[in-house]
């Protein structure tokens, strides 16, 4: 693996953690539905980044659609805005929609030259990692998985699911 393909997988790795930072504070902030509607304009997203980073066409039909699905995610927003706070709650989910937008391109970019087990294994231990920070960071309580000492979490994270939960596809 080149370090050029390494960087760009971890750099891949922090969109999709920052894809579900996002993702799931926009849920404290506007409904479920908003949310989720939102976050799966990610096609859309994706479409523009195609065209504009990887010069990329899409036909008139994807463009309809995309008009569409923008359109109907517009109307969603608006429908639950009647205060403040959905509305961040909505450019949140936007943000995350765009966040793993980031990590599908950059995805389609290496595994030109990666296989997908190699660009899997790299970009979920680099979320995982930047997740698992974010969360001792934030003093959150990562032991509530049933585990009782510092020990076993460190085996059931570093031993069983980075690198064999990618390798099983768990």
């Given at each position: 693996?080149?370090?050029?393909?390494?960087?760009?997988?971890?750099?891949?790795?922090?969109?999709?953690?920052?894809?579900?930072?996002?993702?799931?504070?926009?849920?404290?902030?506007?409904?479920?539905?908003?949310?989720?509607?939102?976050?799966?304009?990610?096609?859309?997203?994706?479409?523009?980044?195609?065209?504009?980073?990887?010069?990329?066409?899409?036909?008139?039909?994807?463009?309809a659609?995309?008009?569409?699905?923008?359109?109907?995610?517009?109307?969603?927003?608006?429908?639950?805005s009647?205060?403040?706070?959905?509305?961040?709650?909505?450019?949140?989910?936007?943000?995350?929609?765009?966040?793993?937008?980031?990590?599908?391109?950059?995805?389609?970019?290496?595994?030109?030259?990666?296989?997908?087990?190699?660009?899997?294994?790299?970009?979920?231990?680099?979320?995982?990692?930047?997740?698992?920070?974010?969360?001792?960071?934030?003093?959150?309580?990562?032991?509530?998985?049933?585990?009782?000492?510092?020990r076993?979490?460190?085996?059931?994270?570093?031993?069983?699911?980075?690198?064999?939960?990618?390798?099983?596809?768990?």
């Amino acid at each position: 693996v080149s370090k050029k393909d390494w960087l760009l997988s971890a750099l891949s790795g922090l969109a999709l953690a920052l894809h579900f930072i996002l993702w799931f504070e926009s849920l404290k902030h506007t409904s479920v539905a908003s949310s989720t509607s939102i976050v799966c304009t990610e096609v859309i997203w994706v479409s523009l980044g195609f065209c504009i980073f990887l010069r990329g066409v899409i036909s008139n039909k994807a463009k309809a659609a995309i008009a569409v699905t923008l359109l109907g995610s517009i109307f969603i927003a608006f429908a639950d805005s009647s205060s403040g706070s959905h509305l961040y709650g909505d450019i949140l989910a936007l943000l995350a929609a765009i966040a793993v937008a980031v990590y599908m391109l950059i995805g389609r970019v290496v595994q030109k030259k990666l296989s997908t087990s190699v660009y899997t294994y790299i970009v979920y231990c680099a979320c995982e990692v930047i997740l698992l920070v974010l969360c001792i960071l934030q003093h959150n309580n990562i032991f509530s998985f049933g585990f009782t000492n510092l020990r076993k979490f460190q085996f059931h994270i570093f031993f069983l699911r980075c690198p064999c939960g990618r390798i099983f596809g768990s």
